[in-house]
């Protein structure tokens, strides 16, 4: 069903589904004694939402090794140079002495539990009420604990976010460390640079942001997301993906963020993977990605 500008969801249907997707990916990545992640807590998560065609991918049931973008060794390596690069973001910031961060859109992200947050740091997350009900419950009930102090925020990015992260105690007097992962192209255009507008009027100087920058304009048309949609089907996970992307003319992330005042730094994916040891994957869905950057940009 194509998106609604008043759609809502859980971790097993429409956007929240690919955050499961996404957490699945953690957990292959995180399985085996050469582990490329350390993310204990993915799989129990995605066991708790309860896809099958990710619980049996977690427990090597579906075969992915003919496909050339699914396959087990190379969803894990494009989702360790993904968490890696955020996961050192965060770990930067907090050396550099910022206390406070923000992840948007949280899904099934495990960041307050799992990197080693100093002492006074809060972590917001900030997502769908159902999803952020659904993960602090689970990951209760499986008794682990964060590393920091988590404060979780439900709410719709497209609502008046930024009214919900202040009444949950938010100081914007303060630098922050703000993540924007995985998350743009589920948003319609003009929602994009009203997120980063209120991103940098929530921002003190010195706060840090990471996101991903995409310049193909076509990387997420229907035609290339229903071939990705295909694939996993096969698979016997029934989602079409054109559904999810708001399609339309957006700004250019970098471009719009340095006319905001942020100083911006852009590592190309390639870049990255080479960076990791991993080799970019010859695959003709991937190669619209091979322009893509990380992006992780300084304000003031």
């Known amino acids: 069903m194509p998106r609604t500008h008043d759609d809502s969801w859980d971790l097993a249907n429409s956007v929240g589904a690919t955050a499961t997707m996404v957490a699945a990916s953690r957990a292959l990545a995180s399985q085996g004694p050469d582990a490329l992640l350390d993310d204990p807590l993915a799989e129990p998560l995605v066991r708790a939402v309860g896809l099958m065609p990710f619980v049996r991918l977690i427990d090597g049931e579906i075969n992915l090794d003919d496909d050339p973008l699914l396959n087990r060794k190379k969803r894990a390596e494009q989702i360790t140079v993904r968490t890696r690069f955020f996961d050192d973001f965060f770990t930067a910031a907090a050396d550099a002495g910022v206390r406070q961060a923000v992840i ?36 209760a009930d499986l008794g682990a604990a964060p590393t920091a102090q988590r404060r979780a925020i ?36 003009k929602a994009q640079d009203q997120l980063f507008d209120n991103i ?61 005042g942020w100083q911006v730094t852009a590592h190309p994916a390639k870049e990255l993977w080479e960076r990791n ?7 003709e869905m991937m190669a ?4 893509m950057s990380y992006v992780a940009a300084t304000l003031g």
Do not use: C, M
């Open 200 to 260: 940098t009027a929530l921002s003190a100087p010195g706060s840090r942001l990471a996101t991903e920058h995409v310049p193909d304009p076509d990387a997420f048309s229907d035609e290339r997301i229903q071939q990705i949609s295909e694939r996993w089907r096969r698979y016997g996970f029934d989602l079409n993906a054109a559904d999810l992307f708001y399609q339309g003319e957006r700004s250019v992330v970098i471009d719009y963020l340095i006319s905001h």
């Open 154 to 189: 439900g709410i719709d990015l497209r609502d008046d976010w930024p009214a919900a992260l202040r009444a949950g105690g938010f100081d914007a007097d303060q630098p922050t460390a703000w993540s924007a992962e995985g998350l743009l192209p589920y948003l319609p255009p």
């Open 277 to 283: 040891g991993f080799e970019f994957p010859e695959d």
């Open 288 to 291: 619209v990605f091979a322009e």
């Open 104 to 139: 948007l859109a949280s899904g099934l992200d495990t960041r307050a539990y799992r990197l080693p947050w100093p002492a006074g740091t809060t972590v917001y997350e900030i997502d769908q009420p159902q999803v952020i009900d659904f993960k602090t419950e689970t990951l």
